[in-house]
């Protein structure tokens, strides 16, 4: 707990990191756009590791154990990774986006940890539930924004859509390739 890690997309080769910028969606809820993109030194894919909804802080370093409860605030904007039951824009499954204000909003915001032993690793694949929607995070490396799906200009061309699906399979199995992690 308490770490800042780097989500990537095991489906896509490990090659796509979960990404969010100060940008709304055009559609659907209109909050803000949570992406994968394949550029690891982006500043926009640091995700904080924190205590879910309603809970005093985690004592950083404190390991998190597999089927507790986490909730990702964006590094840079500090918004949580959400999702609720809007229609993603490509794929018609749940929308991913960045919601709340400084780290605060709501149970949306809470993810359980899916992993094998004990303790959620770094480089192990993991996937995350989201607990008022029973949704997985996940990605596609065949469902990615184009000209002919986002438009000329797209702001977010070439990303992969991030959403949450009902299905447990290697589309929302993730990864923490790199990040500031600690450990007590």
Request: proline share 4%; hydrophobic share 25%.
């Amino acid at each position: 707990c308490g770490s800042a890690v780097k989500l990537t997309h095991i489906e896509s080769g490990s090659k796509n990191f979960l990404f969010s910028e100060n940008k709304n969606l055009g559609g659907g809820s209109g909050q803000q756009v949570v992406t994968w993109i394949p550029d690891r030194s982006a500043s926009g894919a640091l995700w904080l590791v924190r205590g879910p909804d309603g809970v005093e802080e985690c004592d950083p370093g404190t390991p998190i154990q597999c089927g507790s409860k986490v909730r990702f605030t964006h590094a840079e904007t500090r918004r949580n990774l959400h999702t609720h039951g809007i229609q993603s824009p490509l794929s018609r499954q749940q929308e991913i986006t960045g919601y709340g204000e400084n780290g605060n909003g709501d149970t949306g915001d809470d993810w359980g940890v899916e992993c094998s032993g004990k303790y959620w690793m770094r480089e192990k694949p993991v996937r995350f539930l989201n607990i008022d929607t029973s949704r997985y995070l996940g990605g596609s490396n065949n469902v990615k924004f184009t000209q002919q799906n986002c438009g000329h200009g797209c702001p977010i061309l070439h990303h992969l859509e991030a959403f949450a699906r009902k299905q447990k399979d290697s589309y929302s199995e993730l990864k923490v390739e790199m990040g500031v992690l600690l450990s007590k």
